[in-house]
């Protein structure tokens, strides 16, 4: 069984920072893509990040600037830094991994969520 667990979500002024974590763990072979998405109430879910297991990334257009994906590879883990926050930020934030199980093929999963609110 694998399992995604993200934590440091909260709540913070507008221009304050938040770092997000997300730790998969159970029985992996390795992982290919991490990636954070989120959504706001009424709204999609979106991809804000995304980083190859090679450490390539990418950032949805509304976070480029100011938020920074990375990942730790022997932690089985991706972060998020977000810095500058704004009212506009504030939604769930779920972590999404592509992962390769033993002896087997890829699969994507999805952590729960943590609730990131920046007050205006």
């Known amino acids: 069984q694998v399992q995604l667990v993200e934590s440091g979500g909260g709540l913070v002024q507008r221009g304050g920072s938040l770092r997000l974590s997300c730790v998969v763990s159970?029985?992996?072979?390795?992982?290919?893509?991490m990636g954070w998405y989120r959504q706001a109430p009424g709204k999609q879910r979106e991809l804000v990040a995304h980083?190859?297991?090679?450490?390539?990334?990418n950032y949805a257009d509304s976070v480029k600037g100011r938020f920074t994906i990375s990942r730790d590879n022997a932690k089985n883990t991706v972060y998020l830094q977000m810095n500058s926050l704004k009212p506009e930020d504030t939604a769930v934030y779920y972590c999404?991994?592509?992962?390769?199980?033993?002896?087997?093929?890829?699969?994507?999963?999805w952590g729960q969520g943590t609730q990131v609110t920046v007050s205006s």
């Open positions: 159970g029985r992996i072979f390795t992982i290919n893509a």
């Open positions: 980083i190859t297991r090679a450490g390539d990334t």
């Open positions: 999404n991994a592509g992962v390769i199980l033993p002896m087997d093929n890829e699969y994507n999963y």
